[in-house]
């Protein structure tokens, strides 16, 4: 009689109506309950550096990315006037020198931090995270020092 | 005797403002199941009044189990936030015409936070993150004898951030205080920038500190959904760029 009144006349279908006094819902535990294991707050300042680098960094790729542009696509023939002899005569001079390795590290570490930030604000699960985030450092770590060492090195004479 | 009372029942029916509403409400309750469901209430009410009017005929007429928190019913207290029509609002400031009544209205509980039952929400994550910044007047040296004066510039200066009244609004619209709850918040840093900007308080630094935190403003990726969800029409992003600029001018 009592079991009656508690299911179905006061409350309505509720879909799969399994549970009642005597067999409960499983008890949820609250998510961002604070306990002994929730990290403690850690007042470095590196969320602050990466903030800031973000700003600086997208100011100066703007200049260096729309200049890298302008000369590569539009300039002097546009295009197809990029070969071996385009890149080799350009990396003769130390300032497109300098101009390609700040372009690569900035847009790169930019690149990566807001990756960073989407991982940290959509991967919910902490092994989600954990590898996305590996992937995503090994891959930058890689394209930077692969880049790094191709203009340091790189041999018009090569054949 | 009966003829006039006829009339006026009449009249009244004739001009009777009353419409019919759907309200599509987002129900729980644990000790039933673990999944919520969507339920709908066919109302006759008056557009002119508020959703909380529409909730209050449900519990009261309909459904008594209908489970939501309303204290003041003006908007002053924020203990009824909640989201109508997918956007957070105070149900006691929302009215009916303005949202659409064609349409069914659906209401459920602000996002992030657990639901306990129906539209009442575990509030103890979001109270945390107010606890956290020290929401209080913080001072050095020997208690005035009268008040603590400021001048009614320094006043200005945070007037914008003493009309929270911690509905949560914000907050739970935060996307970034969707993924993991472990962000301040919005309304945790309106109510620090309330007291870093008061010139007579002396604890900015330390709150300052604590909002520099991994958790802290750096979080904020600038959506400006607090802003349009607060119900007190704080410029509640302005107020976090304001935090950050502060924590970068006084370092360098
Ligand atoms: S800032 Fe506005 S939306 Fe946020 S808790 Fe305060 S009153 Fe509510
Ligand atoms: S009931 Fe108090 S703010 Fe709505």
Redesign the pocket.
């Known amino acids: 009689m009592s079991a009656d009144t508690t299911s179905s006349a006061a409350i309505g279908p509720v879909e799969g109506a399994v549970y009642d006094v005597d067999n409960p819902a499983p008890y949820i535990e609250a998510p961002r309950k604070r306990t002994g294991k929730t990290p403690k707050a850690t007042r470095g300042n590196f969320e602050m550096a990466a903030w800031l680098f973000m700003r600086l960094s997208g100011v100066v790729l703007v200049v260096l990315v729309l200049g890298h542009l302008l000369i590569q696509l539009f300039l002097d023939g546009g295009v197809s006037k990029i070969g071996f002899a385009f890149v080799a005569g350009r990396w003769a001079s130390p300032f497109w020198q300098v101009w390609d390795l700040l372009m690569l590290w900035l847009a790169m570490l930019h690149g990566a931090n807001g990756l960073r930030t989407v991982i940290n604000d959509y991967a919910e699960r902490a092994n989600t995270r954990l590898w996305l985030k590996g992937l995503l450092y090994t891959a930058t770590v890689f394209t930077i020092l692969l880049g790094t060492l191709v203009i340091f090195t790189f041999d018009p004479n090569i054949r | 005797m009966a003829t006039p009372v006829l009339d006026k029942v009449e009249a009244e029916s004739a001009a009777s403002p009353y419409i019919t509403v759907t309200m599509r409400i987002r129900r729980f309750n644990p000790e039933i199941s673990d999944a919520s469901v969507w339920e709908d209430f066919q109302i006759e009410i008056d557009p002119k009044e508020r959703v ?1 009017d529409a909730l209050h005929k449900i519990k009261w007429d309909v459904d008594g189990t209908l489970t939501f ?13 909640m989201r109508i029509n997918g956007k957070n609002r ?4 929302t009215l009916i015409k303005d949202i659409n009544p064609e349409k069914p209205i659906t209401v459920e509980a602000i996002k992030g936070l657990t639901v306990l039952k129906d539209l009442v929400v575990d509030m103890e994550p979001f109270f945390q993150a107010y606890r956290d910044v020290m929401p209080f007047l913080v001072t050095k040296g020997n208690e005035p004898t009268r008040e603590r004066l400021q001048t009614a510039e320094d006043r200005e200066r945070f007037d914008d951030t003493t009309k929270c ?1 911690l ?1 949560a609004a914000c907050t739970s619209s935060c996307p970034v205080f969707w993924n993991d709850g472990q962000y301040f918040g919005p309304a945790a840093i309106v109510n620090a920038h309330r007291f870093i900007f008061d010139s007579r308080d002396e604890a900015g630094e330390q709150r300052l500190e604590i909002l520099n935190d991994k958790d802290g403003v750096w979080r904020c990726r600038t959506t400006f959904n607090c802003t349009d969800a607060c ?1 007190r029409g704080i410029e509640v992003t302005k107020a976090i760029q304001e935090v950050k600029r502060a924590l970068i001018t006084r370092r360098f």
């Open positions: 909380l928190r309303r204290s003041c019913a003006h908007g002053i207290c924020g203990s009824d936030a105070l149900a006691c400031k009244i509905c119900p």
